[in-house]
């Protein structure tokens, strides 16, 4: 669990497995959803999620001017997938999305709207804490990309709720 005094190098692994968590969590919510819109805006988030991946492996590849793709390749798949953004663990997520049924696509918005809200946060007091310049900096951009989330998120809900 990143708690803000990590290297960069650790970090990005820290990030990388929170953001594959709740890349995870998004897929698993659509088979959970009964709503067509709402497993559309799952599988969305999901594919943000990917992108937060993406972004990570190659800024963990360029500090390490590491092309070779084939190590991190292994790595993401062993990487445990146990804790989501905000540093909620994933289990306590799938159980709440159990009692919860995503009945359409402004409930499937207001939970990940909660979820980008969370994770904004939790970058926000990494950065705050972040001993190294390099780590401070990662934060601070996974703080900008939760935030772009979440204005799209809302715009999507203010036009589902105008429906």
């Known amino acids: 669990m990143l708690t803000g005094k990590e290297d960069l190098l650790q970090a990005l692994v820290e990030a990388y497995i929170m953001e594959k968590g709740t890349k995870e969590f998004y897929a698993q919510a659509v088979s959970k959803s009964n709503a067509a819109e709402a497993k559309k805006s799952f599988a969305d988030l999901a594919a943000w999620e990917n992108k937060h991946m993406i972004y990570i492996q190659s800024l963990y590849?360029?500090?390490?001017?590491?092309?070779?793709?084939?190590?991190?390749?292994?790595?993401?798949?062993?990487?445990?997938?146990?804790?989501?953004?905000?540093?909620?663990?994933?289990?306590?997520?799938?159980?709440?999305?159990?009692?919860?049924?995503?009945?359409?696509?402004?409930?499937?918005?207001?939970?990940?709207?909660?979820?980008?809200?969370?994770?904004?946060?939790?970058?926000?007091?990494?950065?705050?804490?972040?001993?190294?310049?390099?780590?401070?900096?990662?934060?601070?951009?996974?703080?900008a990309q939760e935030t772009k989330h979440m204005e799209q998120l809302n715009a999507m809900k203010k036009k589902v709720a105008a429906k």
Do not use: C, H, W
Not at 81 to 93: C, Q, R, S, T, Y
Not at 108 to 118: F, Q, T
């Open 61 to 143: 590849q360029s500090i390490l001017d590491d092309r070779e793709l084939d190590e991190f390749s292994a790595f993401s798949k062993k990487a445990p997938a146990a804790i989501a953004e905000g540093g909620m663990p994933v289990k306590d997520l799938e159980k709440r999305i159990e009692k919860y049924t995503v009945q359409n696509e402004g409930d499937a918005l207001s939970l990940a709207i909660g979820i980008e809200a969370k994770a904004y946060n939790f970058y926000k007091g990494l950065a705050a804490k972040a001993r190294d310049d390099q780590a401070k900096v990662i934060f601070e951009e996974m703080m």
